[in-house]
């Protein structure tokens, strides 16, 4: 799940605040990923993860603290890029019985 | 009168065991010492193994949830102990596994965050979100209820003392939002609120404490190798 990120900022304060004191530590933190920081004019401040499905999560981080923009960054960062659906099962397996399926047929 | 009651009840249980599937009768089940609860009273020593036989029936049949109040004790606990330590190769979580059956997969139910999963090798498990954990960490859960293969089945109480399940992180993740909606009619009140839950997918990879019995499928190498007898044959 390499994913990259991208800024687009038009807010300026806060972006010298995330740019200065968040984003190289998650940089460090995560030398799989690759940070990129793109000044996009006209458009509020975003993040965008970029997933191995070619996916694509978009997060809008207009007016937020540094603090809150690494949240969503990690969040970003710990998800697959699959679509976010309401769960059928918790329990995906390929194998369901081991000692075989009861049936009316099976006698011990 | 007692004594008239276990009889019915050894002969029952013994009738059950013999009926059993694919299990030779002693040996392959392996009951552990623990005893579970003190509220189960055992007056002879061969009761005490045919009663538990009927408790671990009811075990296998349901995923029911053992002592919630201490599994969310341990789970904070284990959340404390492994704030501190390195998420380096391996990290212990000691949540509570419940059932686990083990195939040509392995196959496992262990509980996690208070819910029991029977599940095998390669398989996704949805949990609770497990705080102490990055993506791509392996997880080593001790608390492991049943083990089973196809010949065998270990059935713990509560829990097997040597048996492990190793997970691996895939992803912290939230889930889809649900929408809160209450309503009074004629009260004027409406209240709206979303939630998403926070989830973390974890992957079984091994499961340890049982014989594993890997049996291929029939696949090419099993065919050639019944094809060149036949031509062997048909050749001499």
Redo the contacts between chains.
């Keep these: 799940?390499i994913m990259i990120s991208a800024n687009g900022c038009s807010m300026i304060d806060q972006r010298m605040a995330f740019m200065e004191s968040e984003l190289p530590t998650f940089k460090e933190k995560n030398p799989q990923l690759e940070v990129v920081n793109e000044l996009i004019h006209g458009q509020h401040p975003h993040l965008k993860g970029f997933y191995k499905n070619k996916n694509e999560r978009v997060v809008c981080v207009k007016n937020m603290t540094p603090e809150d923009i690494l949240l969503y960054a990690t969040?970003l960062?710990?998800?697959?890029g699959r679509k976010?659906?309401?769960?059928t099962t918790?329990?995906?397996?390929?194998?369901p019985s081991?000692?075989?399926t009861w049936t009316t047929d099976?006698?011990? | 009168m007692a004594h008239r009651r276990c009889l019915l009840s050894l002969a029952r249980h013994a009738t059950a065991i013999i009926?059993?599937?694919?299990m030779p009768p002693l040996s392959a089940v392996e009951v552990l010492t623990r005893k579970p609860n003190p509220a189960i009273t055992i007056p002879n020593s061969e009761l005490s193994w045919f009663s538990f036989w009927s408790h671990s029936r009811h075990f296998s049949s349901s995923k029911s949830e053992d002592s919630e109040t201490e599994v969310e004790v341990e789970m904070e606990e284990a959340s404390d102990v492994e704030a501190e330590n390195d998420n380096a190769a391996s990290d212990l979580g000691r949540d509570y596994s419940p059932e686990e059956?083990?195939?040509?997969?392995v196959?496992i139910g262990y509980k996690i965050g208070s819910?029991q999963?029977?599940?095998?090798?390669?398989?996704?498990?949805?949990?609770e979100r497990l705080k102490f954990c990055?993506?791509n960490d392996k997880l080593i859960l001790n608390k492991v209820l049943l083990l089973?293969?196809?010949t065998q089945?270990i059935i713990g109480r509560p829990i097997l003392p040597d048996a492990a399940v190793h997970a691996v992180v895939?992803?912290?993740?939230?889930?889809?939002k649900?929408i809160i909606f209450k309503k009074k009619r004629r009260k004027n009140y409406r209240r709206t609120k979303g939630h998403r839950q926070e989830?973390t997918?974890l992957r079984i990879t091994d499961i340890q404490g049982i014989e594993k019995q890997e049996i291929k499928t029939d696949g090419k190498p099993l065919k050639a190798a019944v094809k060149n007898p036949e031509k062997i044959a048909a050749a001499v």
Aim: proline share 2%; glycine share 4%; aromatic share 4%.
């Design positions: 799940m969040r960062r710990n998800a697959l976010v659906v309401k769960l918790r329990h995906v397996t390929k194998h081991v000692q075989g099976v006698k011990f | 009926s059993q599937k694919k059956k083990e195939a040509e997969a196959a819910h999963f029977k599940v095998s090798n390669g398989d996704s498990i949805f949990t990055e993506v089973g293969s196809p089945t895939e992803e912290h993740a939230l889930d889809a649900v989830l997918k």
